[in-house]
C-alpha cells in the first residue's frame, strides 16, 4: 500500500503538538483552497492535506499512524489492531490500496471526498490587520471599527469575499509596533471547528508636537536667546495637559529637560517620561532697537563659544 508521510505534507516534525499542527493545516488549507489558490495542483494539494490533517488531528488515528510508520516501507506495512475485522473476510491483501483508505475505514468515513469535506471540522480563518491610532487614543484607550473584506468558508466548501466591520479595543499601554492577538475574533470555524484569532498590529499616526520611544514622549521646545541666557519658567504641553518648566540660566540649545511620569501610560498603570529637547530659535528680523541692543551686547561680551577651536 501506499505510504504517505503526513508528517511532511503539513510541514511539521513528529514531535508536534495538535496546536502546531492545527496551525499549519489552517495556513495550508487557506493556502491551497481549490476556491481561492492559483496553484494548478491545488485540488489535489487541499485533499493531501486535509487527509494528512484529518489522521494527526485525531489520537487513535496517529498513533495507529506512527506505528505504520515505524515500519520499513520496502516490505509494506501492516494495518493497526483491530483493523482486519473491520474488513470483509479473505480481504486482508493492502497491496495498491491508498494509505488515505486505511485510515478512512480504521477511523470512519473517506478522507479527501466530498462528503467528508462537507463533516469534517474545519477551523476559521486568521485575520491580521493594521489599526492606525492616534497618540491621545493611546493615552486614553480607545474602541475602533474597523472595516476588512475577509474569505468566508461555506457549508458547500466554496468561499466568497464579505465585508465585516471589527470592533476592536485599543488598551492603554500599547507601543508602537506592537501586535495583539484576539482569540476566537477572526473566521467562524465549521462544522462545530475553531474560530480563528485577529491579529493587530498597531501603527501610532504622525503627531503634531510628540514622537514616542516605547512609553516615553519626545516634544521640541523653542526658547528665546533672552529665555536661555536669562532663565525662567516656560509651559510644555503633555498629554496631561501643559506644565510648567524652569529653565535654569544659560540654558543651550540641544538640552535635555526630563519630566517624570508625563509619557504614555505602560501595562502596569504606570507612566514613561516625557524629555523636552531645547531650540534655541532666534528673530528672523529685528527692530532697530533690538539690533541695537544685540550690537551693545556683542561690544561688551567676552563670550566665545568657538574659543576651543583656536
Known sequence: MEYKDYYKVLGVPKTATIDEIKKSYKKLAHKYHPDISKEKDAEAKFKEIGEAYSTLKDEEKRTAYDSLGNQ????????????????????????????SELFAQFGG??????????????????????????????????????????????????????????????????????RLRLRGKGGKGLNGGVSGDLYLNVHFKPDTYFTADGHDLYVAIPITPWEACLGGSIEVPTLHGAVKLKLSEGTSSGKKLRLPKKGLPD?????????????????????????????DLAEMSGFNPRQHLS
Open 72 to 99: 520499513s516501507s520496502s516490505r509494506g506495512f501492516q494495518p493497526p489492531p483491530g483493523w482486519s475485522n473491520n474488513q470483509n473476510k479473505g480481504s486482508e491483501s493492502f497491496d495498491g490500496m491508498d494509505f
Open 109 to 178: 468515513g473517506a478522507a479527501g471526498t466530498a462528503s467528508h469535506r462537507r463533516s469534517m471540522q474545519r477551523p476559521g480563518q486568521d485575520y491580521e490587520i493594521t489599526a492606525d491610532i492616534s497618540l491621545e487614543e493611546v493615552f486614553k484607550g480607545a474602541q475602533l471599527d474597523i472595516d476588512l473584506i475577509v474569505p468566508e468558508y461555506l457549508e458547500n466548501g466554496s468561499v466568497q469575499n464579505s465585508p465585516r466591520t471589527f470592533k476592536v479595543r485599543i488598551p492603554k499601554g500599547v507601543t508602537d509596533k506592537q
Open 267 to 295: 501595562q502596569n498603570s504606570g507612566h514613561g517620561d516625557l524629555y523636552a529637547t531645547i531650540q534655541i530659535v532666534v528673530p528672523s528680523k529685528l527692530t532697530e532697537q533690538e539690533k541695537k541692543l544685540m550690537e
